[in-house]
């Protein structure tokens, strides 16, 4: 049976202390059976991370239902619907990839984030690493580490533009609805672990049966970007089934034909305008470039 002790223990081990921005990806059954369960996960994280800290999760509903900040529950599993439900904490607006937050920066991280799409710059995970922020992965591996999504959008990749319609209730509960873009297909996301242990950039340790990472918001969002320069498929799975993957991969080449089109066009008119200036020239319009002046100045 694991303890709250054990895991406030296993925690500090890793590196994660006081006053650190930490998000948190979770799986509660990867410890085998804890003592007081969710609460006792969530207690201890903001144990180690005390006042000064901020512990944020992703509370994501996907557009499944029409979004109420106040009562929709995460799909995410039992800790952050843990944190979700503490009178301490805050919510985001964002219809489909809402956070939850408590903590000294939760205001700042919750703020806006419906205003933005799920992962751009002024969203909550963009926020988080501008602040430095930690990853933490209880039992879980890069395919469900969000910030990667931050990555690809700071890499503009050619499929973020795929968006979904979705019904919400604004603060005030008014009924309301937009398109919100999609982030894709996430399976693929583990391809950063090789990258990240050979940059010596996770720290690990079990707690229980649960295998337990830390690592910098940064480190991660630096090998996703690192990697998608130099292909941007990289992070996209491998299932043939993947619908997601086949669609980004699909804009992916549209977009390179269209660069190759436009580039095509350009090198077409450079030969055209070529073409005209020496047309020109030879018809003696212009000056008689292409007569070689070799001295003979004859009346012919
Ligand atoms: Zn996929």
Known sequence: MVTRKDIEAGLREIGLSKGDVVVVHSSLSSFGRVDGGAKAVVDAILAVIGDEG???VPT????????????SPSLMGAIPEEVRTRP??????????SVAAIGSLADVFTEGHEKVHPFARGSALFKVLQARGKILQLGTTHTTSSIIHVAEEIAAVPYLDRSRYVEYKTPQGKSAHKWVRRPGCSRGFDVLEEALQEADAIRET????????????????DAAVELLKFDQEGLLCDQPDCEVCA?????????????????ITELAEEEERLRRVIETRLSGGELKYFEIDDGDHSPN
């Not at 994501?60 to 009562?71: A, H, R």
Request: proline fraction near 3%.
């Open 206 to 221: 079990m707690i229980g049966e649960s295998r337990v990472k830390l690592m910098s918001a940064r480190a991660v969002v």
């Open 60 to 71: 994501f509903t996907y557009g499944q239902s029409v979004y109420d900040p106040d009562e």
């Open 247 to 263: 669609e980004a991969r699909a804009m992916v080449a549209a977009t390179e034909a269209e660069k190759q089109d436009k580039e």
């Open 54 to 56: 901020t512990l944020v």
């Open 88 to 97: 301490n904490a805050l919510r985001s607006l964002h219809p489909t990839h």
